[in-house]
C-alpha cells in the first residue's frame, strides 16, 4: 500500500456538478456483434472511459479503475444508435471515489430514447509513479446528490465485506 499524497490545491472541497460529464458514441459495425448489436464488451469499455473523465474533473488527478459493479443490460443497442453516457462522482472517501454512470440509446430517426445501464464503479487517484493521492472532498447540493452520496456510503461498506470474504477463501 502507499502512502497517500496531499497536495493542498487539490485537496479544495467541489461540488458534485463540477465532475459531471457526457460523452456520446455512434455505434459503428466495429462495435457490433454479426446481428448488428452493440457488444456488452464495448458498452463497458465506454462506461469506464465515462467515469474516468467524471473522476479526472473531480481529483484533478490520474486516476485507476479498482472495481466496476454489475451491470445489467437493459435494452439492445443497434448500429446506428447514439449511445449518450452520463457520469458524475457520487461520493469521495480517502484516496478513492465512486462514481456513476447512466447511459442512454438514442435513435433520432424514430426519435427514441431509452435507458441501457447504469454502473457503479471506483476509482482511485494516483500520481505518475502510481501513488495513492489523497481526493478532494465533494460536496452534494441537490437532493438526488445527497442521495447518491448516501447510497454510495452504503454500497462501500457491502464491497468491503465482500472484499474481506473473497480474501478469507
Ligand atoms: C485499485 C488499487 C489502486 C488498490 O490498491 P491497494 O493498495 O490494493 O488498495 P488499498 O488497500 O491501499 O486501498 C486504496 C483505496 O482503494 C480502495 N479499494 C481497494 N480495492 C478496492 C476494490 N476492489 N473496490 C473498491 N475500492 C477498492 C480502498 O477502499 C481504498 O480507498 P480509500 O483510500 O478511499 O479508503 C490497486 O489494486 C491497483 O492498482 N489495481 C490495478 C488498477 C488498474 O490497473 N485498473 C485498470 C484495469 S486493468
Not at 451491470?71 to 478513492?96: E, M
Not at 456513476?100 to 505518475?128: C, M, P, R
Request: proline content about 5%.
Amino acid at each position: 500500500m502507499n502512502d497517500p499524497k496531499v497536495n493542498d490545491d487539490m485537496l479544495m472541497p467541489r461540488p458534485v456538478c463540477d465532475s459531471q460529464s457526457e460523452m456520446i458514441e455512434l455505434v459503428l459495425p466495429n462495435d457490433a456483434n454479426p446481428l448488428g448489436a452493440l457488444l456488452g464488451g464495448r458498452l463497458m469499455h465506454w462506461i469506464d472511459l465515462a467515469a474516468a473523465l467524471a473522476c479526472h474533473r473531480h481529483s484533478h488527478s490520474h486516476a485507476v479503475t479498482a472495481s466496476v459493479d454489475h451491470i445489467d443490460f437493459l435494452v439492445p443497442v443497434q448500429v446506428g444508435d447514439l449511445v449518450i453516457l452520463r457520469s458524475s462522482v457520487n461520493r469521495v472517501f480517502q484516496t478513492s471515489m465512486e462514481v456513476g454512470v447512466k447511459v442512454f440509446v438514442e435513435n433520432y430517426i424514430a426519435d427514441i430514447s431509452q435507458h441501457v445501464a447504469s454502473a457503479y464503479l471506483t476509482f482511485v487517484a494516483v500520481d505518475a509513479k502510481g501513488n495513492h493521492l489523497k481526493v478532494a472532498p465533494i460536496i452534494p447540493e441537490s437532493e438526488e446528490q445527497q442521495r447518491r452520496y448516501e447510497d454510495a456510503g452504503r454500497r462501500r461498506e457491502i464491497r468491503r465485506a465482500e472484499l474481506q470474504r473473497r480474501k478469507k477463501r
